[in-house]
């Protein structure tokens, strides 16, 4: 995708959407960190539902180690693979306390040091919480990233590395909730809305859909 259409790209979304933000409910580092962990193969509705219930009851590390692993998985029962999520969340709750004082580290490598933390947790947490213009591929980035032609490649990895070098930086801070809103929304998985896509123009996808 030429340069023009790139920076023409985002200015359309961010003229559909200024201020983009998770979906996820928080109201500190912390939490988001555990929402973001329980985010895997789930969707942010059904973590914010399950989120509404544990973080009045427990939203600190300790408030979480006090609950214990089955006090855990009663309030996130809800949630797909919640053995395994709340063993991460204990042993990242236990981590926090021993190593940063019960607070969510800043660097990459402090927070994929952590239980359930990998590269994209890591980037959503610098991102959305400290500001960083960091970009966590999910499966909606991705598809929208090799769809459009913004940025192909095979794996995650790859399309991160060509989003930060093809998006200017004007846009990067936010480039990341843009992509997931519209992947989500508009250029969804089995029928993206073409009819509807503000960058249809732009986009190179060969098999738009038309309009009804």
Not at 89 to 115: D, F, K, N, S, Y
């Amino acid at each position: 995708m030429k340069r023009s259409d790139v920076v023409e790209l985002f200015t359309r979304l961010r003229e559909l959407d200024p201020h983009p933000t998770t979906e996820l409910l928080y109201s500190s580092p912390f939490e988001l960190l555990v929402a973001v962990v329980l985010s895997a193969q789930a969707t942010d509705v059904g973590v914010n539902k399950a989120t509404r219930r544990l973080y009045p009851v427990a939203n600190t590390p300790q408030a979480i180690l006090d609950l214990g692993e089955d006090g855990l998985k009663r309030h996130i029962s809800t949630i797909g693979l919640f053995n395994a999520k709340a063993k991460n969340v204990i042993a990242l709750c236990r981590l926090l306390i021993e190593q940063h004082g019960g607070e969510v580290p800043r660097t990459r490598e402090a927070l994929e040091a952590l239980p359930g933390v990998g590269r994209k947790t890591a980037n959503v947490m610098l991102n959305t919480a400290f500001g960083e213009p960091t970009i966590a591929v999910d499966t909606h980035i991705f598809r929208v990233a090799n769809r459009t032609g913004l940025a192909p490649g095979k794996d995650v990895r790859t399309v991160e590395d060509k989003l930060l070098k093809v998006i200017p930086a004007e846009f990067r801070q936010d480039a990341h909730h843009w992509l997931i809103l519209h992947g989500r929304y508009v250029c969804k998985a089995r029928k993206p809305d073409c009819p509807h896509c503000v960058i249809r123009d732009l986009c190179r996808y060969k098999h738009k859909t038309p309009a009804e």
